[in-house]
């Protein structure tokens, strides 16, 4: 399960800031929601849900936009895996 690292604030806005590295970055409406839907726990399915129910979007699209986004937030080094600090 994917987790937002918890030194990450994000501000309704979109603004992001690692307080652990000082790096800032913005966000789409879009990241922005999956974003906070990752920090409440949500996976996979939970989150095609509620995006799918938001946006028009297939699943398709939306699971290869989603694991290329996720991709982003770990090269940013902004989430974790279970088990990890």
């Known amino acids: 399960m ?3 690292k918890s030194t990450i604030a994000i501000s309704d806005s979109g603004f992001v800031f690692d ?3 000082g790096d800032s970055f913005s966000l789409n409406n879009t990241g922005l929601e ?3 839907l ?3 726990g949500k996976d996979f399915p939970e989150i095609i849900q509620k995006v799918s129910e938001k946006y028009e979007v297939d699943e398709e699209s939306f699971e290869r936009y989603y694991y290329d986004f996720v991709a982003t937030l770990n090269q940013l080094n902004l989430i974790e895996k279970d ?3």
Request: no cysteine; hydrophobic share 40%; net charge neutral.
């Open 2 to 4: 994917l987790k937002i």
């Open 19 to 21: 307080a652990g590295t």
């Open 34 to 36: 999956i974003v906070r």
């Open 38 to 40: 990752i920090k409440e």
């Open 83 to 85: 088990g990890e600090d």
